[in-house]
């Protein structure tokens, strides 16, 4: 997911695209550092360096800044794993999904605060809801595009017929998103053992081996054996 191109330089924004870009850049600062409820168009203007009477040229209301802002500034974690099951069959699985664990903790806590905010308001999450192609971007999205890699890689002999691609996909998002709600719960001093492994590299490589060796519970192979 680092190895692909970056895009080509744009000019630099002038005019109007400017202070729409200012006023996306201070409400989305302004959502991860007191939040939503805190957070008036006022403020967001004078954070912007422009008057609200600017601001209402580029914005119906505060709502449609907040879901603009979900929409164009949060990082594009959806986009980088859409492209990972074309990558089946290149270098280790283990590699690969370690890459996505590192990824996608950075990408929850980083957004946390905004989805924070966004669940903080039925009327926002309603409209940012609306505004998307849940299809296509929706929060199950990398949960499905990891599947979809995990299915590649069985198909070419890589991983055991007998593993569930869904249900792995799910653990190794869940066991990330879980990781950032720690990090950031815990801030800036979190208590000793949490998390663990305090390590991030640590951290995506623990939790990739267990995912791909199993926890192997003799109680269940017990069973078995006796039925």
């Known amino acids: 997911m680092t190895s692909e191109a970056a895009p080509p330089p744009s000019k630099p924004l002038t ?3 400017l202070t729409r870009s200012r006023i996306l850049d201070a409400a989305a600062r302004l959502m991860n550092t007191v ?8 403020e967001i203007a004078r954070e912007a360096g422009c008057s609200e009477a600017s601001l209402y040229k580029h914005f119906r209301d505060k709502e449609e800044i907040f879901v603009t ?3 164009e500034r949060e990082p594009r974690f959806t986009d980088a794993l859409a492209a990972l099951p074309g990558r089946a069959g290149e270098g280790e699985v283990a590699e690969q999904l370690e890459e996505v664990a590192r990824v996608a903790v950075l990408f929850y806590r980083r957004t946390f605060p905004m989805a924070a905010s966004l669940f903080a308001s039925p009327d926002l999450l309603a409209a940012h809801r609306g505004k998307l192609d849940l299809s296509a971007s929706g929060p199950q999205v990398p949960v499905h595009s990891l599947a979809a890699y995990l ?5 070419l002999g890589r991983l055991s017929p ?6 792995a996909a799910m653990l ?9 709600f720690l990090t950031l719960f815990f801030a800036p001093d979190p208590p000793a053992g949490a998390p663990l492994p305090e390590d ?9 081996r267990a995912l ?10 017990r069973s078995g054996r006796s039925g």
Not at 151 to 155: F, L, N, R, S, V
Not at 200 to 208: L, P
Request: proline share 2%; with cysteine.
């Open 151 to 155: 299915t590649a890689e069985q198909d």
């Open 200 to 208: 991030e590299t640590d951290f995506a490589r623990e939790t990739v």
């Open 212 to 221: 791909l060796e199993g926890i192997g519970s003799s109680a269940h192979a």
């Open 15 to 17: 005019g109007g695209a």
């Open 35 to 42: 939040g939503l409820t805190r957070t008036t168009t006022k």
């Open 69 to 71: 802002v979900l929409r």
């Open 162 to 167: 007998a593993f569930d691609p869904d249900a």
């Open 172 to 180: 190794l998002i869940g066991a990330c998103f879980h990781r950032a």
